[in-house]
């Protein structure tokens, strides 16, 4: 059981590229989202996604985009990379919404714009 | 807006104490509360996780409460090893929406053998 994969685990970009992070589980969960990790910010929600087929945004969705085209994988797009994008990216799942059960994390993806 | 908070930032202490970690959260609608560690370089793995309706929940040499009313949780963690050093986040849901959950920035814990 794989639980969450994430990949790259590393990447750096220059400033305008476009990349995207893959996220996959295989827990059939229906609760994916996206955070970013940064120094003395903590982890803060990018998107999210309550099932295949739908996504709406979190706290800091400017520069980023994503689609639920399956239950397994939730990709995040970066449209046109910038500095301000240099982070460590989380991917996470859970059953639901609201179900009581804890989340996963994913090993995270390095990612540096230059 | 949820807020969370997490004190104290870093702790260091001796190998064998006992300690407690604390998040404080201000909307106390919350759904569940969550406890998380964090090795460096590594993703979060979740510890405990206490129901809206519940007071605490255990799991080993860990409790964690949580006191909706005043808006608290603490992490009780009991004869502290050198493997417990790591980051614990703390982490709420919030009651209505699906909007994720909101993070504290965390407890960095170094345990001295």
């Known amino acids: 059981n794989a639980g969450v994969t994430q990949t790259p685990k590393f990447q750096v970009l220059k400033t305008g590229q476009s990349m995207t992070l893959q996220c996959a589980q295989d827990?059939?969960?229906?609760?994916m989202s996206w955070y970013r990790q940064d120094p003395g910010m903590g982890l803060r929600l990018i998107h999210y996604?309550?099932?295949?087929?739908?996504?709406d945004q979190g706290e800091v969705p400017n520069g980023y985009n994503v689609s639920r085209s399956t239950t397994e994988d939730f990709p995040l797009r970066l449209l046109s990379a910038a500095p301000s994008q240099t982070s460590v990216y989380f991917c996470?799942?859970?059953?639901?919404?609201?179900?009581?059960?804890?989340?996963?994390f994913g090993d995270g993806t390095r990612l540096s714009i230059l | 807006k949820q807020e969370v908070t997490q004190i104290p930032a870093a702790l260091s202490v001796p190998e064998g104490e006992n300690l407690v970690l604390n998040c404080s959260f201000t909307d106390s609608a919350i759904y569940n509360l969550q406890w998380f560690r964090q090795d460096p370089g590594k993703g979060l793995t979740s510890l405990l996780l206490?129901?809206?309706?519940?007071r605490e929940q255990t799991s080993g040499r860990l409790n964690a409460s949580l006191d909706k009313s005043s808006g608290r949780s603490t992490l009780y963690i009991a004869a502290s090893q050198p493997g417990d050093s790591a980051t614990y986040l703390c982490a709420a849901t919030s009651g209505g929406g699906a909007d994720g959950l909101t993070f504290g920035k965390g407890t960095h814990l170094i345990i001295q053998p």
């Open positions: 996470a799942s859970s059953l639901r919404t609201h179900s009581n059960q804890p989340q996963h």
């Open positions: 206490i129901q809206s309706s519940q």
């Open positions: 996604s309550v099932g295949a087929g739908i996504t």
């Open positions: 827990m059939n969960h229906e609760y």
